[in-house]
């Protein structure tokens, strides 16, 4: 058959498009959409199942009978239908006759709502939605993310806060509670956990089943759409985590669509991620790559996103991940590398961008993959931002251990910072650190219950210093106890205690000092936005370093990672004279012993390469910022006149003005007097 049935059928550039992997909007041509057919509403729906032997609408309409609504094939592998007389809300699936006689009941690949699980049926949905949001827009564009604060609250929707099991708080709800929260704790964007539809709650929602429909157990997609909306009035950025790398083996879901390995690899040593149960985008195939660029894009467009956080970049980089020798086959250079996910993540950016400049794509990416966030025409993969994961493993690591073996581990502390201008970097402590036995962060932490608490804060302040932006996972800001449960709400009946609270109004000070702090993010992806003062004391687990903005303002940061206090301990300065102690970890009012100075001034003792050197008091397992503060130029003092000390007969014989015969007359008298 040929592709196309005549040569003006308006369908004809848009399915072009799709076969060439460069469709980037195939939601408006797939799924179900209206029309109108005289006087009447239709709804027509299209499919792609290139090895279908037959397919068929059933829903709710026709009692689920194949017979009473067949499909044409009106394109290589693509079947239309239109039906009339359906309402919103009706559900509905295809009947697929797989080559083999087998007869699939598949949910709609473009399907722009769901059933609610366990129910799998895709939904009729048309969007009545009005946004409100330009200023947002407005406001957002004027600014460049590089050069502005960033720090993300990671959030599950439906264990932050709920009602007990399977009780979850919807969209709108959800938003009207967590909002005043952000704002108070100066987080700038939430990252969401995939609210794609997922069948099975414990894949936390990355076993995805609709990649144009977002997850109906909150509600439906305009409240989703109401809930941005809402976020983006409160002036925070909303994050989507998206997964483009593998999918469930769902009955309904794409998993063989057709019958046949449809949107996933067919051959067995690429399909298939055995450790994770899941099947592989074949990312050679063009209508796949449509497909997936036009979700990515999907989500901005109709949805008003502002970013997304692509998951398991490298599971799609490497042919080898999480594979046996035997198990995978090298590229046609003989190495490891998946060249067609590879060509698919650039393509994938530059689409992504092209339609929305200001977007932010994040790689989830665990390698040294070079390039990862360079542009694709200098041979990078065209992400604008990725997550650190090299610093997130060395320093949980880090900080796990007894800190009598912190210095034998000091390159775990310092490396990072070596390779943090190699990327734009996300330094990410997310939902994957505080799950599956890995503890809290707080249960990280060792020492006794004050230590933990002293470390965890330290380590916070570290982070918060350190270029990059960041990511906290939600829970970690009030130290919770437990591990993440997907299941329950976070434990917030820890803020009755004294320690928590206090660890919470720690994270809403630091934070706020963050994002007042242009030294601390403005220059996140520059060797000029950052200077080592000391990385080398290993032998007292201490470093220090400066931090500075475009004004060159800075902050200098000392961090001490033993329990042992320091007194007269010196470091150099860039300049002379004073330096104020404007953040301290160890502060009374975050349960610390407050012994460190307020104020600190310079000697005139080369150190550390500066011609100047501060010394203080570091308390045990904290960190201190420290602001330079310039001496005041003094003012040329105003000399004082007496009216009465020169007669105006005097001034008259002057040739001077009566004013300067005053100030030479004074001046003459002083000297005299200081001549007797």
């Given amino acids: 058959m040929s592709v196309y049935n005549n040569n003006n059928n308006p369908n004809d550039f848009p399915l072009y498009l799709f076969y060439q992997g460069k469709n980037y909007e195939a939601y408006k041509f797939f799924g179900v959409h209206s029309a109108k057919k005289g006087r009447s509403k239709v709804y027509i729906f299209r499919v792609w199942a290139p090895n279908a032997v037959s397919v068929s609408v059933v829903g709710d309409f026709n009692n689920w009978d194949r017979k009473r609504n067949p499909m044409s094939m009106i394109a290589e592998g693509i079947w239309e239908a239109e039906i009339p007389k359906l309402k919103q809300y009706d559900a509905y699936k295809f009947s697929i006759e797989a080559r083999d006689g087998r007869i699939l009941m598949k949910a709609d690949p473009y399907a722009a709502h769901f059933e609610t699980r366990p129910g799998t049926a895709s939904k009729i949905y048309e969007s009545s939605y009005e946004w409100q949001d330009s200023r947002w827009f407005e406001n957002k564009n004027s600014v460049s993310i590089y050069k502005s604060p960033v720090n993300i609250y990671e959030v599950h929707l439906g264990s932050w806060k709920n009602y007990g099991e399977d009780k979850f708080l919807d969209y709108v709800t959800f938003a009207k509670e967590i909002i ?56 925070i950025g909303v994050i989507f985590d998206w997964v483009p790398a593998h999918f469930p083996k769902d009955e309904a879901g794409l998993y063989e669509f057709d019958g046949s390995c449809c949107y996933e690899y067919s051959d067995d040593r690429k399909k298939e991620h055995k450790a994770w149960g899941t099947r592989v985008f074949d990312f050679g195939r063009a209508e796949v790559c449509s497909f997936l660029i036009s979700s990515a894009n999907y989500w901005f467009d109709e949805f008003h996103i502002d970013g997304l956080r692509v998951d398991a970049v490298a599971s799609m980089l490497y042919l080898d991940y999480d594979r046996r020798e035997g198990e995978w ?30 977007a932010l794509m994040i790689a989830e990416e665990s390698t040294a993959w070079p390039l990862v966030t360079k542009p694709t025409d200098i041979g990078g993969l065209g992400f604008n931002f990725k997550w650190n994961m090299g610093w997130m493993n060395d320093m949980l690591s880090y900080m796990s251990l007894d800190p009598i073996y912190r210095a034998f581990n000091h390159d775990k502390l310092t490396f990072s910072f ?21 503890c809290s962060m707080i249960n990280k932490m060792p020492g006794n219950y004050e230590q933990k608490f002293a470390s965890y804060r330290a380590f916070l302040a ?93 902050i200098i940061t000392v961090c001490n990672f033993v329990p042992v206090e320091r007194k007269n301990y010196r470091i150099g300065v860039p300049y002379k004279g004073r330096y104020k102690l404007v953040f301290n970890t160890d502060a009374v009012e975050f349960g610390g012993s407050g012994v460190t100075e307020k104020t600190f001034k310079s000697d005139s003792v080369p150190m550390h390469g500066h011609d100047n050197s501060i010394t203080m008091t570091l308390a045990p397992l904290s960190v201190i910022y420290l602001r330079y503060v310039p001496a005041k130029k003094r003012e040329p003092r105003q000399k004082t006149e007496i009216v009465t000390a020169v007669p105006k007969k005097t001034a008259a014989k002057s040739k001077m003005p009566a004013s300067e015969t005053a100030v030479k007359t004074r001046t003459t008298a002083k000297k005299k007097s200081s001549a007797k």
């Fill in 180 to 235: 005043p929260y952000l704002k108070k704790m100066s987080y700038t964007h939430v990252e969401f956990m995939p609210l794609t539809e997922y069948p099975y709650d414990g894949s936390w929602g990355y076993q995805v089943t609709g990649y144009f429909a977002p997850t109906s157990r909150y509600g439906t997609p305009d409240d989703l759409r109401k809930m941005i909306d809402m976020f983006h009035d409160a002036g």
């Fill in 418 to 438: 070596f390779y943090a201008f190699s990327e734009n970097y996300i330094l990410p402590i997310s939902h994957d650190e505080v799950v599956h036995g890995k």
């Fill in 462 to 554: 570290y982070m918060m210093a350190h270029p990059g932006k960041k990511l906290l996972f939600m829970g970690q800001e009030f130290a919770q106890m437990s591990e993440w449960n997907y299941k329950a709400q976070l434990d917030w009946n820890l803020l009755n205690f004294d320690a928590h609270k206090t660890m919470q109004k720690f994270s809403e000070k630091l934070n706020k000092f963050y994002m007042e702090n242009p030294p601390l993010w403005q220059d996140d992806d520059s060797w000029n936005g950052f200077g080592w003062i000391s990385n080398d004391d290993y032998k007292q687990s201490i470093i220090s370093f400066r931090r500075i903005d475009d004004n060159d303002e800075e």
């Fill in 329 to 358: 086959a090298a590229n046609i250079y003989g190495g490891n590398e998946n060249l067609e996910a590879v060509e698919f993540l650039k393509h994938l950016n530059e689409a992504v961008f092209r339609k929305h400049p200001d």
